[in-house]
């Protein structure tokens, strides 16, 4: 199938399966989107093998009945979220925030009142795109730097919901001056830094105890900008609702060498990150290779 054909399909499939989860019962389509995931993981041998490998290098004392149960709920997790955000397309903001509690809240309302700007580190973990769409009711309005998805349309509904309370999304083809205007504006800004990246476009830090080839771009920003960092994370709790996190404030001080200032800066981020997974390990996108790039000879975190 051509593949304007296949994103037609795609878009499709979309706009019938939005229509029906959007009339049932939120209860009901947790419960069916974790049915759906669990088939996921049944139809999608190939990645299920991937995330149980990941998981078993993170976890090496864990036992093998831990490390499947644990991959096929990553599936069960995202295809419960999947369906929720096509749930929640539509809702008002005032909806959107009742399904959710917040942790912290006042680190990042406290940084955005002192006008230096905020950039917000994620991670792929629970439900990120909830966090900044249900933020921008509580804080005002977030930046968020994403990629567009391959299939345009899907794209085109996805960056509806995400400026459906306001918000903005800047495109990574075009992100960095914006981003900086952003901040030096004394807006807030997320951005995710947890997946793989060519070495030339990031650098080497542990993540999990591995070398992980990580994009410098947080650090990059806080440098450049002198900007508030506050963490920001989302859950899914066990009773459906969302947990979002913030902060508390990344406090640190630059040795003034620049680079060596980015790899540091990455790492205590990496390692926060890596801290939240092991919390949740179940919410994380292990399916992605996160260490697919590895140190050329002489090379290493």
């Known amino acids: 199938m051509r593949r304007a054909g296949r994103h037609a399909l795609e878009a499709a499939a979309a706009v019938v399966v939005s229509a029906v989860v959007r009339r049932l ?12 995931g669990a088939l996921w993981a049944r139809l999608d041998r190939r990645h299920l093998a991937i ?15 831990r490390l499947a149960r644990t991959a096929r709920g990553v599936y069960r997790h995202f295809g419960t979220v999947i369906l929720d955000l096509l749930w929640m397309q539509g809702r008002s903001a005032d909806a959107l ?11 990042l309302t406290r940084a955005r009142a002192a006008g230096r700007g905020v ?14 769409i249900a933020s921008a009711p509580l804080v005002g309005d977030v930046a968020s730097i994403a990629r567009p998805l391959d299939n ?9 919901l995400r400026t459906s309370t306001g918000n903005r999304v800047i495109y990574k083809q075009k992100a960095l001056s914006q981003a900086i205007r952003t901040l030096r504006q004394g807006g807030i800004l997320a951005v995710l830094i947890d997946q793989n990246v060519q ?3 990031g650098v080497f830090v542990r993540f999990f105890g591995r070398p992980a ?8 920003l806080a440098l450049k900008t002198g900007c508030a960092i506050v963490p920001v994370r989302c859950t899914l709790q066990p009773d ?20 060596e200032d980015l790899v540091a800066l990455t790492q205590h981020l990496t390692s926060l990150i890596e801290s939240w997974v092991r919390e949740t390990p179940e919410q994380w996108l292990w399916l992605h290779r996160r260490w697919k790039t590895q140190p050329s000879a002489g090379v290493g975190a």
Do not use: I, K
Request: negative net charge; proline residues 7%; charged residues 25%.
């Open 25 to 36: 019962p939120r209860r009901v389509v947790l419960w069916l989107g974790g049915r759906l």
């Open 51 to 65: 995330a149980a490998d990941n998981l078993r290098r993170a976890f090496p004392d864990w036992e093998e009945a």
């Open 97 to 107: 925030v009742e399904l959710t509690e917040t942790d912290g809240v006042e680190h």
């Open 213 to 220: 080839c990580t994009t410098t771009v947080a650090a990059a």
């Open 240 to 259: 459906g609702r969302y947990l979002m996190a913030y902060g508390p404030p990344v406090e640190w001080t630059g040795s003034g060498r620049r680079e």
């Open 152 to 160: 345009p349309r899907l794209d085109s509904r996805l960056v509806a």
């Open 119 to 132: 950039l917000c580190p994620g991670a792929h973990l629970g439900n990120w795109e909830l966090q900044a």
């Open 199 to 201: 070495e030339q476009d």
